[in-house]
Every structure is written in C-alpha cells, then in structure tokens.
C-alpha cells in the first residue's frame, strides 16, 4: 500500500460528566485525509480546506504526529499529505482530534498496521497537546477506537471502550462563534468542592451504567456536569435556551461538546432528534447569530479508510 | 406477620474511587435484630451486644428510622427491638447502615412490606445521617439492595445496583482501633484539584465498566482513591503495609472501607484471599495492635429475613 484516503469523524469530548474522560464519536461531520508514502524522508502537508491551518509540518497537528511516529519507526519514511477538513477548528467537535487520528490511522496502514491502536493513541496525543494545552485522550480515543470510550489519564493512556447504545440519535448546533479550547480551559476553576465532586462522580458511575444497561432515561439523568458547564455555559449565547427547549422537545440530555461552543442533545428517535434540531436552529435565527446544526448518531467505528492502492 | 428476625450485613462504603457513592454488602459479619409489632404505640429497643449504645429510641438510630417510618404509617404502631449488634460501631464495615437497614426492613415486613426498597432507603437515612454526619447512602443502599449499588445523591436518592462480578473474594481486617465516622469527615479536604477529580471520575468510570464486564484487571486498577484515602490512611496505622503486601499476595486492589480503620482487598480466588489476610494478621502481630480479619464475599442480598411467626 503506497496510498490511503481516510475519513476521521468529528466527536463529542467532555461527555457532560465524563469531563476530560469520556467521549463518543459520531457520523458526521468528517474530514477527509489522503496520504501518501515516500521514500524521500520529510513531512509535506496541503490543505485543501479553507481554515487557514499551517501547513509547515513543525507547526500542524498532523505534522507533530507523524513525526513523533516516524520517529518511532526510525528508518527514513516520509509522508505526502492532503487534508480537507469539514470539522471546523475550534467547534468543540473534536477537529483537532479528528487530524491527529485521521494522520496516525492513515500512516499506520501505510506502515503495514505496526502499531496497535493504544499506540496511535499516544503518537495522536503529541498532536493533540499542543491544540488543547493538555494531555486528555477523552476526543482521541473514540477518534481512533469508535464508540464510546473511557480515557483513564494514566501513562501510557488506559482506553475502555464501552457497548453503544441502541437507537440512540445526536442533534447538534454549532453557534458560528470561535471558543478556543485552550482559552476555554483556563476559564474553569483549578479547585472544586468535594460535594461538586461526589456529584460528579456519582453522574459519570450512573452515565457507565446507562450505556452498560441500554437505559436511557439513566443516561439521561445522569448528563448533568458539575465542573466546566456552569463556566464554559456563559460563552456560549443562547445555552440556556438550547438546554431548555431540546429538553421540552423530548431530549435525554446534553451539554456542551468539548469545550463548545457546540452543544449537543442524546435523543431516543430520529423524530426527536429533528424537532431538538429544529428548536436549536430557532434560538440561533433569533439572536441572529449564524449557526449548523446536524442530527447524526453514535459511529461505533473509529477513523475509516475509504480506499487505498 | 407479627414477629420477625432478620440478619442486618456489613458492607464496605467509600468503595475506593467511589467515594460517598459506591458500595457493597458483605456476607460477614452480621447483626441479629428481632421486632415485634405492638399496637402499644412506642418504640422499645434493647441491646443483647456489648458496645453501649443507647437504648432510648430518640439517640439510637434504629429508633430514629423506626420514628420516621411510624410517622409515615399516621396509626398507632409500635415496635419492640432486640439487637444483637455483630459489626463493632466505628469499624468502617457499616454497622450504622447494618442497624438502620436492618430496622426498616423488619419493620417493612411487620407492615406487610408497604413501602418500596427506595422508601426503605429514605427511611434508614434518617438514621445514617445522624451517625455519620452526612446524608450518603453508599453503605444503605447496598445494605438494603444486596450486591454492589451505585447511590446518586440526588433527592430522594437514585440508586443503581450494579451486576456481581463471578469468583470474587473479600479479605477483610479490621485493627481494632476507633475511627469515628463524623472525624474521619473532618479531616478531609472540603476542596480537590480539579486534576484529582478527573483522576477519581476516570477510576470510577473504570471501576463501573470492569464491574459491567467482569473484568477483574480494569477492577483492580480503577481501584484507586484520591480524595480520601491519602488522609484517612494517615489515621491508619499499618496502611501501607497492608496495601503492598496484600497486592503481593496477589489481591486486584482494595483500600479503607468506609471511613476505616477496616481495610479491604479484592481478590478472585479465595486462597488469594486467604493468603493475604494472613498478611494482614502478620501486619498487625508486629504492630502489637489487636485485630479481626474475614475473608467473606459480596453477598448480592440485602438484609435477609430469617425467621417470623
């Protein structure tokens, strides 16, 4: 194999309560990555979206992956890379994870699947650190193992994926404003209660047992984040309302997808999940601030290779 | 139904990363409670055991949730209790949670079982809180549910009883030293790192979904506690070297139960199991502090009605 094209999805970090430690990845958006291996050593990157990214390898999430794993093979490789983004930077939908594992899923086909899924997790994090400002595997592990997973923040990372549940529909919004992960991050506070804390524990334990048992109204109480939401909540115009009215439209529950400004709602019917859509879209149209919104579902599959030769 | 007796189980609260939200019932050791219903309005209780406790129903906490629950009947009812208490008072093995499940489930019976087990729970919480100084029900849940329970402590409290992990073993010592619950609280931190409290979800994440899969690997190592044990360990002589020569012996991971001075160890055979309450007598001979040890197993029961008449 000389040549892959891949599709790396968008996904949700900070799942409510699984702050910095359960995430999920969904169907769409996605990018699309082709790559290339060669002979000639070197890291070239092309953009063929209009984000604006760099594309010195020194300075792309991508580049920063595949030279932490061309580092680990250690014979002179290179790589020839072409990416179209879909996932806009800064969404809170995963984008940067979605490079990073999309890059380290392409290049390990082209290396003949050397490396184990648990180890394009940490060579997908050197990436991922220098866009989030930390070392949280909560978006790069779903990217790559699909599903749902648990990140435990151990070295290296310990990745429990969990069952999917069934008939399980996502509506999101993005408000077309720009939360930058890292500024997001520094807007939370570096203590908290223990009473904040126990409560937050409980939620993620009843969250686990939700997705064990298929029980979405478990799920759904248990989407209630004591730590970020009620800060990283005022950036986002309109939270309260989106919250308010997906709820009385029949959601489970949601909160904000990463470090926002996305939000997103867990339905039990794509019925649902459209009338949630269809209220997200008016909160936006009447504070007149551009938005997408999606209703897509929970993709048990990491980053996709869509063809190869 | 005019007499009952019903044997009242230990458990293990706090269970490790769980904090204030996870626990589990023991089969040992375990309290004896005999209950008659009077129409003689009034609560009578006697003790058969040595510890002291009061038997004036308004300071003994079986008279307390036996308060609440003739409150909630509005007829007049009474109760005449004999106890035979089994798990020392101030043990960390719930022997406050043991007296008030034991209560309101022998007074259910006497009542012909007309409250739910979640009502039981609100019930022998009135009890709990005045022993314990806090409204948790990680040892009454398990006390009345059976098994291992997940309680949110939402109001009234949600209550998730998680599956019974196959072949797994509890080695138990308990160094017979006091450590009241109310000052095992105080001497926690009322703040955590926001860091610690992403490594305490992460583990209890972990903790759920080894007990979901029966992964007896993810179990042990999810088994680590932040917030509390680093403190409470500290009024625990002998800690240290029960953890490190248990895990040696083979147990998966363990810790404080409840708020100590008991320690447990899980462990998936029971000649593991018995190996390592041999360190824990060996521990505590050199340390030339008296001591119980049990190796017993999670008893998917709550209290159990043995007898009426």
């Known amino acids: 194999m000389k040549k892959v ?14 702050f910095d430690v359960i995430g999920m990845a969904l169907h769409a958006p996605y990018d699309v990555i082709d790559m290339e291996l060669t002979e000639e050593p070197g890291i070239r990157i092309k953009h063929t979206d209009a984000f604006g990214l760099p594309e010195n390898p020194g300075e792309n999430i991508i580049g920063i992956c595949l030279q932490a794993m061309t580092k680990a093979v250690n014979k002179p490789i290179g790589f020839k890379v072409t990416v179209q983004k879909n996932i806009k930077p800064g969404s809170g939908l995963g984008s ?3 490079s990073c594992a999309g ?8 290396l003949d699947n050397r490396f184990s899924k648990n180890e394009l997790v940490e060579f997908a994090l050197a990436g991922e650190i220098v866009a989030s400002g930390g070392k949280h595997a909560d978006n790069i592990a779903p990217a790559i193992f699909g599903g749902i997973t648990i990140a435990r923040p151990t070295d290296p990372v310990d990745i429990i994926s969990l069952p999917v549940p069934s008939d399980l529909f ?3 919004v993005h408000p077309q404003i720009e939360v ?11 203590e908290i209660s223990m009473k904040t804390g126990v409560n937050q524990w409980a939620n993620v334990a009843g969250l686990v047992a939700g997705i064990y048992t298929d029980d979405k109204n478990l799920i759904g109480r248990s989407l209630q984040d004591h730590v970020a939401e009620p800060y990283r909540s005022k950036l986002i115009p309109g939270y309260d309302a989106v919250i308010k009215k997906s709820m009385e439209a029949g ?3 949601g909160g904000i997808s990463g470090s926002g400004p996305t939000m997103f709602m867990l ?30 579902s929970i993709n048990p599959e990491g980053v996709k290779i869509v063809s190869s030769e």
Chains 1, 2 share one sequence.
């Open 267 to 296: 339905c039990e019917t794509e019925a649902i999940a459209a009338a949630v859509e269809t209220c997200m879209q008016e909160v936006y149209q009447e504070l007149k601030i551009d938005f997408k919104t999606y209703v897509t």
């Open 170 to 172: 996502v509506a999101i």
């Open 5 to 18: 094209t891949v599709h790396a999805f968008a996904g949700v970090g900070n799942l409510v309560c699984g």
């Open 96 to 98: 940067s994870s979605a």
């Open 251 to 253: 959601a489970l529950g």
């Open 103 to 110: 890059a380290v899923v392409a290049a390990n086909a082209l």
């Open 180 to 190: 930058k992960t890292a500024d997001a991050r520094k807007i939370l506070p570096t």
